[in-house]
């Protein structure tokens, strides 16, 4: 009997130790972390360059509260983050995690609105399917029922839009008409909320757990900034899993020429290395609320220096072995593979993503996209047969308004082309055994 617990009773054996795209067990056994745990280890494990910046930090200090002290780390990552945001995000705001930031998004964007003496504004409008953290507030975003529902009672109900689940239309539109389509439907629940009482949109420019990888239509990401402006609504785009350069951009928005007006980071940002996150904002933005009295918002370990060099170092070995540019080129190739898959597998009814944030959905028939039957437990099955061969990968049963079973296949930026082979292989040994 453990004394920890986590979600739910997961027996899996003792982490060792982990080096590049590998994990290993205490027994020995060898994994390859085709997930990047939770599309966390951008860089790979155990880094030698991110754990001497992190050692050089903690003999001099590893907490400095910030109302105490400023420390270089904070301000030296805060520097570097917000040259890499599009122009106007300057402003960059430390937390512990992806909820976190997203938390800090929407409260940030709450008193700015009240400082523009629009006080009518509160509602942020997200999407459905949607994953945007499980603290109650950031919980009331997301668009995945099982998880929120027994919470309802105790959050403000926040309206949702339908995601451009576009894989699963039979119409006669063509993709940008699709595009379209769906991000109209952000303009007819303004309308229908009433637009003085909007706050903000938040999405995930490419979804991550909750739709499997979903990439909109080009024509979506320009129209959304269009109607947000149009009603002075604020764009927040949730870049948590997205963010510092899994999709083969430092930031997703960068492939649509989007400048949101906040920015939520954190997963690949300190890559696993410690617990970080950030909210980066325009700066009138923050300029405003800190003018009017100051951001009524923080926690104790925002902007740790342990964190914050773990962040810097991970940025340099970002920059260093070009990861971003690498997340693109190896994505490319990975993505082919997964596609090949579908001659063999004709239960694999849709790839899709972007650079190295990459996702395969199973159906029973791929004409009419019908999910495989819940009970078969496809989504746990396959992730145990591969597990047990020595392959991580991450799964979800869910999908808009109907169920399914999508793959994440999201290993560390680092990945050569010759570890993207041996992923191949034992994924489709996995997917032998399964079929
Ligand atoms: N937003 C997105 C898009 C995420 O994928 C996640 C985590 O999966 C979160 C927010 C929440 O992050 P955390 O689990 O670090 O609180």
């Not at 991550?208 to 927040?236: H, K």
């Amino acid at each position: 009997m453990s004394n920890l617990f986590y979600q739910s009773r997961q027996p899996r054996p003792f982490l060792d130790r982990g080096e590049g795209i590998y994990l290993f067990d205490q027994s020995g056994k060898r994994y390859i972390d085709g997930s990047s745990g939770a599309m966390v280890s951008n860089i790979g494990h155990s880094n030698p360059r991110v754990l001497a910046a992190m050692k050089a930090q903690m003999d001099r200090a590893t907490f400095g509260y910030r109302l105490h002290f400023r420390t270089e780390a904070s301000e030296d990552l805060a520097a570097r983050t917000a040259a890499l945001m599009p122009a106007g995000l300057d402003r960059v705001f430390f937390v512990s995690g992806g909820s976190e930031a997203v938390e800090s998004a929407i409260k940030l964007a709450r008193q700015y609105a009240i400082t523009q003496g629009e006080a009518s504004r509160w509602k942020v409008i997200s999407r459905f399917p949607s994953y945007h953290g499980c603290t109650l507030g950031a919980l009331a975003l997301t668009g995945y029922d099982p998880l929120a529902r027994p919470f309802d009672p105790m959050m403000r109900d926040m309206p949702k839009i339908a995601a451009p689940t576009c894989y699963l239309d039979r119409d006669n539109l063509t993709d940008d008409e699709r595009g379209l389509k769906y991000a109209e439907l952000l303009r007819a629940e303004i309308e229908a909320q009433g637009p003085e009482t909007v706050l903000a949109f938040i999405m995930e420019p490419v979804g991550g757990a909750s739709t499997g990888a979903l990439v909109a239509p080009d024509s979506y990401y320009g129209r959304i900034r269009e109607i947000c402006d149009e009603y002075g609504i604020l764009l927040i785009h949730d870049e948590v899993m997205t963010g510092a350069g899994r999709t083969g951009k430092f930031l997703a928005a960068e492939h649509w020429g989007i400048a949101p007006d906040i920015v939520a980071l954190s997963k690949g940002f300190a890559a696993g290395y410690a617990p970080l996150g950030a909210m980066v904002a325009r700066h009138d933005i923050v300029d405003a609320v800190l003018d009017a009295g100051g951001f009524l918002h923080g926690f104790t370990y925002a902007g740790n220096p342990l964190a914050c060099a773990a962040g810097l170092a991970v940025l340099d070995e970002v920059e260093r072995a070009g990861l971003v540019a690498n997340a693109g080129a190896m994505g490319e190739v990975l993505k082919a593979r997964l596609i090949g898959l579908m001659e063999r597998y004709p239960f694999i009814g849709d790839v899709r993503g972007k650079g190295l944030l990459l996702a395969f959905e199973m159906v029973s028939d791929r004409d009419s996209m019908e999910p495989l039957p819940k009970g078969l437990n496809a989504h746990s099955r396959l992730v145990d047969i591969a597990y047990d061969m020595g392959l991580i990968i991450y799964s979800r049963r869910t999908r808009g308004g109907i169920e399914g079973d999508h793959f994440l296949i999201c290993p560390p930026l680092i990945v050569t082309e010759a570890q993207v082979d041996e992923i191949m292989d034992l994924l489709t040994a996995a997917l032998d055994a399964f079929a």
